[in-house]
C-alpha cells in the first residue's frame, strides 16, 4: 500500500480580481511547465454570467456551486497530470478555502495559489481595454471592495506576483515563483504522466 507521500499532484490556482491577467499568466505557465490548463470563467452557469455582464456583483450563495465545480475539475485533471493550472478569482479568505477541500479530500494534492496583485486604477484600465469579456469595467470596484488580500502568515499557500509590471515580465516572475515552489517538493516521488 502507498502512503499518502508516494507521489504529489499540485493544482496552480491563479487568482486575482478581473482584469489582473489570470488567462494571460495561467496560459503561459500552462505551456511552460505542459500542464492542462482550466479557465475557471468557463463553469460559470449561464445566470452568474448574465449577473456580471449586467453589472450585478455576484453573492456568496451564486459562487459556491461554481467553487466547487471548478475544485472538482482541477481534481478530475490531476487524473491524466501531477499538476494542473487553473484561473479562479477567489477573492475572499472562504473561497479560498472551498478549493483548499481538494487536499483533506485528496491528501496527494498540494493546493498553490498564484496571487496577481494589482491596484484598482490598473484594473480599470486593463478592464476597459478588454473586448468581447463579460465583466466589464462596472465591476471592477465590487471585486476590489470584495477581495480579501491574502495574509502570508495565515494562508502559507498563497504566492503573491505583482502585476504592474509589463506582461511579459509578470508571466516570467509568476514561471520563477512556481518554479521555487516546485523545487521545495524536489526529491519527492512524483505521480507519473
Given at each position: 500500500m502507498q502512503s499518502d507521500n508516494d507521489h504529489i499532484e499540485h493544482i496552480w490556482i491563479i487568482t486575482g480580481p478581473a482584469g489582473c491577467g489570470k488567462t494571460t499568466v495561467a496560459q503561459h505557465l500552462a505551456s511552460e511547465l505542459s500542464l492542462p490548463y482550466v479557465e475557471g470563467d468557463d463553469f460559470h452557469p449561464a445566470a452568474n454570467k448574465q449577473k456580471m455582464a449586467s453589472g450585478i456583483p455576484l453573492t456568496d450563495a451564486d459562487r459556491w456551486d461554481w467553487l466547487i465545480t471548478v475544485r472538482n475539475e482541477a481534481i478530475?485533471?490531476?487524473?491524466?497530470?501531477?499538476g494542473v493550472i487553473v484561473t479562479c478569482s477567489a477573492l475572499k479568505h472562504k473561497y479560498r478555502d472551498v478549493i483548499r477541500v481538494a487536499n483533506y479530500e485528496h491528501p496527494s494534492v498540494q493546493i498553490h495559489f498564484v496571487y496577481l496583485k494589482v491596484d484598482e486604477s490598473t484594473l480599470q484600465k486593463r478592464v476597459a481595454s478588454r473586448v468581447g469579456h463579460y465583466m466589464k469595467e462596472g465591476m471592477v470596484h465590487s471585486q476590489m471592495a470584495a477581495l480579501e488580500e491574502p495574509?502570508?502568515?495565515?494562508?502559507?499557500?498563497?504566492?503573491p506576483v505583482d502585476v504592474r509590471e509589463d506582461k511579459e515580465s509578470v508571466k516570467k516572475h509568476a514561471l520563477e515563483v512556481v518554479q521555487q515552489k516546485l523545487k521545495e517538493y524536489d526529491g519527492l516521488p512524483r505521480h507519473p504522466n
Open positions: 478530475k485533471r490531476l487524473q491524466h497530470s501531477n495574509e502570508e502568515d495565515l494562508e502559507w499557500d498563497v504566492l
